[in-house]
Nanobody, 115 residues
Framework: VQLQASGGGVVQSGGSLSLSCAASGRISSVFSMAWYRQSPGKQREFVAAVFRGGLRNYGDSVKGRCTIVKDDARNALYLQMNYLRPEDTAVYYC??????????WGQGTLVTVSS
């Protein structure tokens, strides 16, 4: 499975941004799709995930400001981010996990929030 993340860019504090992740290749049963992020000098951080069946989970740092959406028909994952803060600046990665536990990561897309 290949994942292509896009939609990153520069946005002012308080602004919004929408990220996309397109999945291609042999996609077996999907257990979950998720977004993570990594800022310079920090560990990769969980942002949001959507599970088979529709359950969604968000990291504490983005809860209430982000919405994750999975489009099964298009094999795509989206992350709508609102009220962005400078601390949201990071490279955002999408991840897919199959029912067998296999995981694939996208290459990341950079989000920069200016103050």
């Amino acid at each position: 499975v290949q994942l292509q993340a896009s939609g990153g860019g520069v946005v002012q504090s308080g602004g919004s941004l929408s990220l996309s992740c397109a999945a291609s290749g042999r996609i077996s049963s999907v257990f979950s799709m998720a977004w993570y992020r990594q800022s310079p000098g920090k560990q990769r951080e969980f942002v949001a995930a959507v599970f088979r069946g529709g359950l969604r989970n968000y990291g504490d740092s983005v809860k209430g400001r982000c919405t994750i959406v999975k489009d099964d028909a298009r094999n795509a994952l989206y992350l709508q981010m609102n009220y962005l803060r400078p601390e949201d600046t990071a490279v955002y990665y999408c991840k897919i996990r199959s029912s067998t536990g296999d995981e694939s990561w996208g290459q990341g897309t950079l989000v920069t929030v200016s103050s």
